[in-house]
C-alpha cells in the first residue's frame, strides 16, 4: 500500500513538472523539444542510415533544453524561480545558474538547418539528395522534422597525379603511394581535405618547409560517367617559389636561459659556447651542453623534415626541465635555400617543494589519508637530472569488515634520481620523441598494523625507463631490493600464530625477507585513441629473484640447505604477471570493458613458497567486487574465523581474474555500470594446512563470482566510484553447493548483511 503511494506521489510529480515547462512560456511561443532527421529513398544499408541519421541530427541547432528521463529540471527549477527582482539571491542562483530558459521553437530557423544537412550529404558524394523541413506542434511544444532523400552516391572512377617535370610536382606525384584517394571509393569531401593534409606531410619529409596544404587543388570532375567523378591533384599556379623549395639546417642557436624580460639574449663572447653543430647562448652555463646533442635530431647540413622537428621539440619538453619550449626556423642571411633554427627554452625553477594531502581506498577495503612533502632539484648536476625527496605519513582504518580495529600507520621516506639517459657500457639509441631516463631509488617506511606487528621496510633499485612510441613502454630494473624486518610483536598476534591453523602464514608475514633481482615490464595501450571501436591495454611484467645467488651458493630449501645473506634467507623464484584490457565503443556513449589478468609465481632453490610480499591476492574495489579484499582462496580453502578476530589476508602463487562491465552514461556527470566478475587464487604446491589450496585440473570450479551495479560519478578531476555487488558462486563452499542463486534473497536482512558489498572507491576499476 505504501508502495503503490509512493509510484502515485512519482507520477503526479512528474505530470505537474512536465506541465510547469510549458505554463511560463510566452504568448504564441511553443517550446521546442528536439529536431529528428528521416533517411528516405536510398540505397545506404540500415547500419549505414542509421550513421548518417545520427550525424545529421547532431548538426541541427538549437540544441533543446537537456532532459533527464523525459524531464527537463533546468528548465523546471528556471521556471520555479520566477523573474528575480535583483542580481543576486537565491533565487537569482537558482534562475541563472542551475536553471536554463525555454528553447524556442521561434528561434529554429528550419531552412537553414535543411541547407546545413544538404550541404553535408553533398560533401558525403550524395550530389543529387533533396532536403525537405517541416515541423509538429502538440501541447505547447513543437519539433521539426527533416526528411532526406540522399539517391545514389558518387564513387571516384579515377586519381591523376602531376606528370610535369618540375621539383614540386615530381615531390607530389611521389606521394601517390598510400593515398586515400582511391578507385571506387565514395567521394566524401573530408577525406580531401585530410589527403591534402597528407600530401602537405609526406612534402614536409622532405625539406618542403615552407609549403602547406593550401597549395593543394584537387579538382572534381562528375561529369565523366554515371555517378562517378575524376580527381586531379595539382599544385597550385599561385603557389610562391618560396614553398617550392627544399631547405637544409644551417646554424642551430639554442638559447637555454631564455625570459621575456632582462637581456635574454647576450651574445658577448663570455656567452656563447660552440658545441659541435651548436651555438649555445648560456652566460651562466646552466646547462652542460650534452643535453642537446641528445634532444634535438637536427645537425649542420641536414635536410628539414617534420619528424626530427617535432621530435626535437617532444624531447626537450619531456625532459622536465622547461616551462616553456618555442621553435623558429629563418632563411639564413648568407646562404640560398638554408634554414637557422632557434631554439628558445624557459627554464622551470630549478628547486621547488610541494605539499599533497590525499584521501584514497586500497585493494584491502581500507580508507584513509596521507600526507607528504616533496623537495624537487630539476638540475641536479646541469644535465636536466631530476632529484626527489620526499616524506609521507599516512593512516588506514577499515570502516566495517573483520579487520576494524586493526588500523594501519606508515611512515617513510624515498629518494628518487632520474637522469634523463641511458647510463651504461654500451651505447643506447631512441628515434622516439621520449627522452629514455635512467633511475635510481632509495627508500625506507616504516608500517604499523595495530595491535598486531611493526614492519621495517627497506627498497632500492636501479634501471632504465623508455618509451618506444606513444603506445609502447618498457621500464627494466637491473635489479631491485627489498628487506623486510619485523619488531614489537604483540603477544595477540604471537598467540594467533600458536593457536590458529593458519599459524604458518600468519608468521611468513613477519619472517625477515631478502628479496633482490632483475625485473621487467612492457606496455602497450591506444586507449587514448576515443575514435577507435575497439582499443586495447596490455602490461607484462617478469621478476626473477635470487638466481646468481642461488647459483653460487648452491642452495636448496627443500633438503634444508637454506642459504643466507647477512643472516637473512634470500628469496629464489620466478613471476610473471599480464594485464590484457580491451574496451568495446558501443556508442558515443557506452562501451562494453574487459579485462583477463593472469599470474604465476614458481619458487626454487633457496625458498619453497614466494615471500609473502610478493604473492597474488584478489577479491576488493578494484577485483571481484563481491568479496572483500584478500579473503577468496587459496582454491577452495576455506578460513574458519572468529567473527571478533581480524581476518587474515589469503594469498597465492597462481592468479586469474576475469571481469566484463558495461559503461554508459545516464545523465550529466552520472555513468552507470552493470558488471561481473570472476576468480580466484592458487598454491603451486601443496599445503597441509590449506585443504583445498593447491592448483589443479579443477581450477574452473573453484572461481569465485559476483555481479552488481554502480554509479561512477565524473567529476572532471577525479572519478567517484560507488558499487553494490553480491556473489553468485563461493569457491569454499562444499562442491556440489557453491553456486548461489537459489540462496538469494533481498529481503532477508541476514542475507543482505552477510553478502551485499558496498564499494568506494576513485577511478575506474580497470
Same mark, same amino acid.
Given at each position: 500500500?505504501?508502495?503503490?503511494?509512493?509510484?502515485?506521489?512519482?507520477?503526479?510529480?512528474?505530470?505537474?513538472? %512536465?506541465?510547469?515547462?510549458?505554463?511560463?512560456? =510566452?504568448?504564441?511561443?511553443?517550446?521546442?523539444?528536439?529536431?529528428?532527421?528521416?533517411?528516405?529513398?536510398?540505397?545506404?544499408?540500415?547500419?549505414?542510415?542509421?550513421?548518417?541519421?545520427?550525424?545529421?541530427?547532431?548538426?541541427?541547432?538549437?540544441?533543446?533544453?537537456?532532459?533527464?528521463?523525459?524531464?527537463? =529540471?533546468?528548465?523546471?527549477?528556471?521556471?520555479?524561480?520566477?523573474?528575480?527582482?535583483?542580481?543576486?539571491?537565491?533565487?537569482?542562483?537558482?534562475?541563472?545558474?542551475?536553471?536554463?530558459?525555454?528553447?524556442?521553437?521561434?528561434?529554429?530557423?528550419?531552412?537553414?538547418?535543411?541547407?546545413?544537412?544538404?550541404?553535408?550529404?553533398?560533401?558525403?558524394?550524395?550530389?543529387?539528395?533533396?532536403?525537405?523541413?517541416?515541423?509538429?506542434?502538440?501541447?505547447?511544444?513543437?519539433?521539426? /522534422?527533416?526528411?532526406?532523400?540522399?539517391?545514389?552516391?558518387?564513387?571516384?572512377?579515377?586519381?591523376?597525379?602531376?606528370?610535369?617535370?618540375?621539383?614540386?610536382?615530381?615531390?607530389?606525384?611521389?606521394?601517390?603511394?598510400?593515398?586515400?584517394?582511391?578507385?571506387?571509393?565514395?567521394?566524401?569531401?573530408?577525406?580531401?581535405?585530410?589527403?591534402?593534409?597528407?600530401?602537405?606531410?609526406?612534402?614536409?619529409?622532405?625539406?618542403?618547409?615552407?609549403?602547406?596544404?593550401?597549395?593543394?587543388?584537387?579538382?572534381?570532375?562528375?561529369?565523366?560517367?554515371?555517378?562517378?567523378?575524376?580527381? *586531379?591533384?595539382?599544385?597550385?599556379?599561385?603557389?610562391?617559389?618560396?614553398?617550392?623549395?627544399?631547405?637544409?639546417?644551417?646554424?642551430?642557436?639554442?638559447? =637555454?636561459?631564455?625570459?621575456?624580460?632582462?637581456?635574454?639574449?647576450?651574445?658577448?663572447?663570455?656567452?656563447?659556447?660552440?658545441?659541435?653543430?651548436?651555438?649555445?647562448?648560456?652566460?651562466?652555463?646552466?646547462?652542460?651542453?650534452?643535453?642537446? /646533442?641528445?634532444?634535438?635530431?637536427?645537425?649542420?647540413?641536414?635536410?628539414?623534415?617534420?619528424?626530427?622537428?617535432?621530435?626535437?621539440?617532444?624531447?626537450?619538453?619531456?625532459?622536465?626541465?622547461?616551462?616553456?619550449?618555442?621553435?623558429?626556423?629563418?632563411?639564413?642571411?648568407?646562404?640560398?635555400?638554408?634554414?637557422?633554427?632557434?631554439?628558445?627554452?624557459?627554464?622551470?625553477?630549478?628547486?621547488? *617543494?610541494?605539499?599533497?594531502?590525499?584521501?584514497?581506498?586500497?585493494?584491502?577495503?581500507?580508507?584513509?589519508?596521507?600526507?607528504?612533502?616533496?623537495?624537487?632539484?630539476?638540475?641536479?648536476?646541469?644535465?636536466?637530472?631530476?632529484?626527489?625527496?620526499?616524506?609521507?605519513?599516512?593512516?588506514?582504518?577499515?570502516?566495517?569488515?573483520?579487520?576494524?580495529?586493526?588500523?594501519?600507520?606508515?611512515?617513510?621516506?624515498?629518494?628518487?634520481?632520474?637522469?634523463?639517459?641511458?647510463?651504461?657500457?654500451?651505447?643506447?639509441?631512441?628515434?622516439?620523441?621520449?627522452?629514455?631516463?635512467?633511475? %635510481?631509488?632509495?627508500?625506507?617506511?616504516?608500517?604499523?598494523?595495530?595491535?598486531?606487528?611493526?614492519?621495517?621496510?627497506?627498497?632500492?633499485?636501479?634501471?632504465?625507463?623508455?618509451?618506444?612510441?606513444?603506445?609502447?613502454?618498457?621500464?627494466?630494473?637491473?635489479?631491485?631490493?627489498?628487506?623486510?624486518?619485523?619488531?614489537?610483536?604483540?603477544?595477540?598476534?604471537?598467540?594467533?600464530?600458536?593457536?590458529?591453523?593458519?599459524?604458518?602464514?600468519?608468521?611468513?608475514?613477519?619472517?625477515?625477507?631478502?628479496?633482490?633481482?632483475?625485473?621487467?615490464?612492457?606496455?602497450?595501450?591506444?586507449?587514448?585513441?576515443?575514435?577507435?571501436?575497439?582499443?586495447?591495454?596490455?602490461?607484462?611484467?617478469?621478476?626473477?629473484?635470487?638466481?646468481?645467488?642461488?647459483?653460487?651458493?648452491?642452495?636448496?630449501?627443500?633438503? /634444508?640447505?637454506?642459504?643466507?645473506?647477512?643472516?637473512?634467507?634470500?628469496?629464489?623464484?620466478?613471476?610473471?604477471?599480464?594485464?590484457?584490457?580491451?574496451?568495446?565503443?558501443?556508442?558515443?556513449?557506452?562501451?562494453?570493458?574487459?579485462?583477463?589478468?593472469?599470474?604465476?609465481?614458481?619458487?626454487?632453490?633457496?625458498?619453497?613458497?614466494?615471500?609473502?610480499?610478493?604473492?597474488?591476492?584478489?577479491?576488493?574495489?578494484?577485483?571481484?567486487?563481491?568479496?572483500?579484499?584478500?579473503?577468496?582462496? =587459496?582454491?577452495?580453502?576455506?578460513?574458519?574465523?572468529?567473527?571478533?578476530?581480524?581476518?587474515?589476508?589469503?594469498?597465492?602463487?597462481?592468479?586469474?581474474?576475469?571481469?566484463?562491465?558495461?559503461?554508459?552514461?545516464?545523465?550529466?556527470?552520472?555513468?552507470?555500470?552493470?558488471?561481473?566478475?570472476?576468480?580466484?587464487?592458487?598454491?603451486?604446491?601443496?599445503?597441509?594446512?590449506?585443504?583445498?589450496?593447491?592448483?589443479?585440473?579443477?581450477?574452473?570450479?573453484?572461481?569465485?563470482?559476483?555481479?552488481?551495479?554502480?554509479?561512477?560519478?565524473?567529476?572532471?578531476?577525479?572519478?567517484?566510484?560507488?558499487?553494490?555487488?553480491?556473489?553468485?558462486?563461493?569457491?569454499?563452499?562444499?562442491?556440489?553447493?557453491?553456486?548461489?542463486?537459489?540462496?538469494?534473497?533481498?529481503?532477508?536482512?541476514?542475507?543482505?548483511?552477510?553478502?551485499?558489498?558496498?564499494?568506494?572507491?576513485?577511478?575506474?576499476?580497470?
Amino acid at each position: 500500500m505504501i508502495q503503490n503511494r509512493y509510484i502515485v506521489l512519482f507520477l503526479v510529480t512528474l505530470f505537474l513538472s %512536465a506541465c510547469s515547462n510549458t505554463k511560463y512560456l =510566452p504568448e504564441g511561443e511553443l517550446l521546442y523539444v528536439g529536431g529528428k532527421v528521416k533517411i528516405e529513398d536510398s540505397l545506404l544499408s540500415k547500419s549505414d542510415k542509421k550513421t548518417m541519421k545520427a550525424d545529421l541530427e547532431a548538426l541541427l541547432r538549437p540544441k533543446p533544453n537537456r532532459a533527464i528521463l523525459g524531464l527537463k =529540471p533546468k528548465l523546471y527549477f528556471y521556471n520555479l524561480a520566477g523573474e528575480p527582482t535583483k542580481d543576486k539571491g537565491f533565487r537569482h542562483w537558482l534562475r541563472t545558474k542551475v536553471g536554463e530558459p525555454p528553447v524556442l521553437f521561434s528561434k529554429v530557423d528550419l531552412e537553414y538547418n535543411a541547407s546545413i544537412l544538404q550541404n553535408y550529404v553533398e560533401n558525403k558524394g550524395y550530389f543529387k539528395a533533396r532536403t525537405e523541413a517541416d515541423s509538429t506542434a502538440k501541447n505547447k511544444r513543437a519539433t521539426a /522534422d527533416y526528411t532526406v532523400h540522399p539517391n545514389v552516391r558518387y564513387k571516384i572512377k579515377s586519381v591523376t597525379f602531376p606528370t610535369d617535370s618540375t621539383a614540386i610536382d615530381s615531390a607530389v606525384a611521389a606521394t601517390k603511394r598510400g593515398s586515400r584517394l582511391r578507385k571506387g571509393r565514395g567521394y566524401d569531401l573530408d577525406v580531401i581535405k585530410e589527403e591534402r593534409e597528407r600530401i602537405d606531410t609526406r612534402l614536409k619529409e622532405k625539406g618542403y618547409y615552407f609549403f602547406n596544404a593550401d597549395f593543394i587543388l584537387i579538382q572534381v570532375d562528375s561529369t565523366v560517367g554515371k555517378h562517378e567523378v575524376d580527381l *586531379i591533384v595539382k599544385v597550385k599556379e599561385e603557389t610562391p617559389e618560396q614553398a617550392k623549395k627544399i631547405y637544409t639546417i644551417n646554424d642551430i642557436v639554442i638559447y =637555454p636561459n631564455f625570459t621575456l624580460a632582462g637581456d635574454t639574449l647576450n651574445k658577448s663572447a663570455d656567452a656563447v659556447e660552440k658545441y659541435k653543430d651548436f651555438t649555445i647562448i648560456d652566460p651562466e652555463k646552466m646547462f652542460n651542453p650534452r643535453i642537446f /646533442d641528445r634532444s634535438l635530431y637536427f645537425k649542420k647540413g641536414d635536410l628539414y623534415n617534420r619528424t626530427n622537428h617535432n621530435l626535437s621539440l617532444n624531447r626537450l619538453v619531456n625532459l622536465g626541465t622547461f616551462k616553456f619550449v618555442k621553435n623558429q626556423f629563418r632563411i639564413s642571411d648568407t646562404l640560398n635555400n638554408k634554414l637557422d633554427a632557434y631554439y628558445y627554452l624557459t627554464p622551470l625553477p630549478r628547486k621547488s *617543494i610541494r605539499f599533497e594531502i590525499l584521501g584514497k581506498t586500497n585493494s584491502a577495503n581500507y580508507t584513509g589519508s596521507e600526507l607528504s612533502v616533496n623537495w624537487s632539484n630539476r638540475n641536479t648536476f646541469h644535465g636536466a637530472e631530476l632529484l626527489t625527496i620526499s616524506a609521507f605519513g599516512g593512516a588506514e582504518v577499515q570502516v566495517s569488515g573483520q579487520n576494524k580495529g586493526y588500523n594501519v600507520y606508515r611512515v617513510g621516506t624515498e629518494a628518487n634520481l632520474i637522469w634523463p639517459r641511458i647510463i651504461a657500457p654500451f651505447p643506447f639509441t631512441s628515434s622516439s620523441g621520449f627522452v629514455p631516463r635512467t633511475k %635510481a631509488t632509495l627508500g625506507y617506511e616504516f608500517q604499523n598494523r595495530q595491535k598486531l606487528y611493526t614492519l621495517n621496510s627497506f627498497k632500492g633499485s636501479f634501471g632504465y625507463l623508455w618509451k618506444e612510441s606513444v603506445h609502447k613502454e618498457h621500464e627494466l630494473n637491473i635489479t631491485q631490493i627489498n628487506y623486510v624486518s619485523p619488531f614489537n610483536v604483540t603477544d595477540e598476534y604471537r598467540q594467533k600464530i600458536a593457536d590458529d591453523t593458519l599459524g604458518n602464514s600468519l608468521q611468513r608475514i613477519i619472517d625477515r625477507q631478502l628479496i633482490f633481482g632483475p625485473t621487467y615490464s612492457f606496455t602497450y595501450t591506444n586507449t587514448m585513441e576515443k575514435r577507435k571501436k575497439n582499443t586495447f591495454y596490455y602490461k607484462g611484467s617478469i621478476e626473477l629473484a635470487g638466481n646468481i645467488a642461488g647459483l653460487i651458493t648452491g642452495a636448496n630449501a627443500k633438503k /634444508d640447505n637454506t642459504a643466507t645473506i647477512f643472516s637473512v634467507p634470500f628469496s629464489q623464484f620466478a613471476k610473471m604477471e599480464h594485464d590484457f584490457r580491451h574496451y568495446f565503443r558501443l556508442s558515443r556513449n557506452s562501451q562494453l570493458a574487459s579485462r583477463i589478468i593472469v599470474g604465476v609465481g614458481v619458487p626454487y632453490g633457496n625458498s619453497t613458497e614466494l615471500p609473502y610480499i610478493r604473492q597474488f591476492f584478489i577479491g576488493g574495489t578494484n577485483s571481484i567486487r563481491a568479496f572483500r579484499a584478500r579473503a577468496i582462496g =587459496p582454491g577452495s580453502f576455506n578460513v574458519a574465523t572468529d567473527s571478533n578476530s581480524f581476518l587474515p589476508d589469503q594469498s597465492g602463487d597462481i592468479k586469474l581474474e576475469l571481469n566484463t562491465e558495461y559503461r554508459t552514461k545516464l545523465f550529466s556527470i552520472v555513468q552507470g555500470a552493470v558488471f561481473v566478475d570472476a576468480g580466484n587464487i592458487w598454491l603451486m604446491n601443496k599445503n597441509d594446512s590449506k585443504p583445498g589450496a593447491e592448483f589443479s585440473g579443477r581450477f574452473l570450479n573453484e572461481l569465485a563470482v559476483g555481479t552488481g551495479v554502480g554509479l561512477r560519478f565524473d567529476l572532471s578531476f577525479l572519478v567517484l566510484r560507488t558499487d553494490l555487488a553480491f556473489p553468485l558462486r563461493r569457491p569454499d563452499n562444499p562442491e556440489g553447493s557453491r553456486w548461489v542463486l537459489d540462496q538469494i534473497s533481498f529481503g532477508n536482512s541476514s542475507w543482505r548483511k552477510e553478502n551485499l558489498v558496498f564499494n568506494l572507491a576513485i577511478g575506474y576499476p580497470f
